[in-house]
């Protein structure tokens, strides 16, 4: 599934986090990876490496149809 220079994020050991990091090798069950904006290359599972999601693809779904209000019998009072 990965290869060399795939985007992903990536679970760092020391803090568990996840950042985004750079696919730089690829073996069975790791793949090393050089985390963006600190330089710093760790080898993490392939399991701890998950696949960066685009703004494209990260859309939230949005009802294009026909809009009716309706008011609540509810009444609201100024205190």
Not at 16 to 39: E, L, P, Q, R, W
């Amino acid at each position: 599934m990965w290869k060399v220079g795939d985007d992903c994020v990536a679970k760092y050991w020391e803090d568990g986090k996840f950042y985004n990091a750079s696919i730089t090798a690829v073996t069975d069950k790791t793949c090393v990876v050089k985390f963006k904006g600190y330089g710093n290359i760790e080898e993490v599972l392939k399991s701890d490496c998950l696949p960066v999601v685009s703004k494209e693809n990260n859309k939230k779904p949005h009802y294009t149809g026909p809009t009716e209000f309706r008011r609540s019998a509810r009444t609201y009072r100024r205190q």
